[in-house]
T-cell receptor, first 113, second 112 residues
Framework: NAGVTQTPKFQVLKTGQSMTLQCAQD?????MSWYRQDPGMGLRLIHY???????DQGEVPNGYNVSRSTTEDFPLRLLSAAPSQTSVYFC????????????FGPGTRLTVL | GENVEQHPSTLSVQEGDSAVIKCTYS??????FPWYKQELGKRPQLIID?????GEKKDQRIAVTLNKTAKHFSLHITETQPEDSAVYFC???????????FGTGTRLLVSP
């Protein structure tokens, strides 16, 4: 199993550009989440999904969209990038929502100029 | 919503010493408390977790304690080693599924 994979590893955008961060897992996990990690602020939940076709907002959803058309994939879309979105983005998945280990992807480091 | 505070933000110890990291949470309904370790440039990885029906859990040199009345939980690392150097995050699950709320992290440095 590859676990949770993310692409790209690094990305530089100009203000106003859009892009999609890809996340995939091959563990047949129902639950997937996106976090952003900023210095001194820990990991903050952006959006999450409890299964294909179901998504909901987390703590910091503004400026981001998600969709979940399959169990395996959970892409994160930046609609119009802003410098405040410069961060490291982690995707995570878990088997169920009853309090089990979340497996994190390797992260995407995004810089918005 | 849930709020998790973590202290200290940095912790320096000598190899062999013990290290303690403390977290408090606000939502009395929280029932799952994991700890993640993140090495420099790597992804967070679960090292231990505890549920609200248990007061303490140990795994070799690592232990976690939970005080539901005071709404705080702590990570204890004994006989620290240089490879324990990393950032440690506590988290609490606030209701529903997997809405983990993380603390701001503790950078642990273990000097040989």
């Amino acid at each position: 199993n590859a676990g949770v994979t993310q692409t790209p590893k690094f990305q530089v955008l100009k203000t106003g550009q859009s892009m999609t961060l890809q996340c995939a897992q091959d563990m047949n996990h129902e639950y997937m989440s996106w976090y952003r990690q900023d210095p001194g602020m820990g990991l903050r939940l952006i959006h999450y999904s409890v299964g294909a076709g179901i998504t909901d907002q987390g703590e910091v959803p503004n400026g981001y969209n998600v969709s979940r058309s399959t169990t395996e994939d959970f892409p994160l879309r930046l609609l119009s990038a802003a410098p405040s979105q410069t961060s490291v983005y982690f995707c995570a998945s878990s088997y169920s929502g009853t309090g089990e280990e979340q497996f994190f992807g390797p992260g995407t480091r995004l810089t918005v100029l | 919503g849930e709020n998790v505070e973590q202290h200290p933000s940095t912790l320096s110890v000598q190899e062999g010493d013990s290290a303690v990291i403390k977290c408090t949470y606000s939502d009395s309904a929280s029932n799952y408390f994991p700890w993640y370790k993140q090495e420099l440039g790597k992804r967070p990885q679960l090292i231990i977790d505890i549920r609200s029906n248990v007061g303490e859990k140990k795994d070799q040199r690592i232990a976690v304690t939970l005080n539901k009345t005071a709404k705080h939980f702590s990570l204890h690392i004994t006989e620290t080693q240089p490879e324990d150097s990393a950032v440690y995050f506590c988290a609490a699950r606030a209701g529903g599924f997997q809405k983990l709320v993380f603390g701001t992290g503790t950078r642990l440095l273990v000097s040989p």
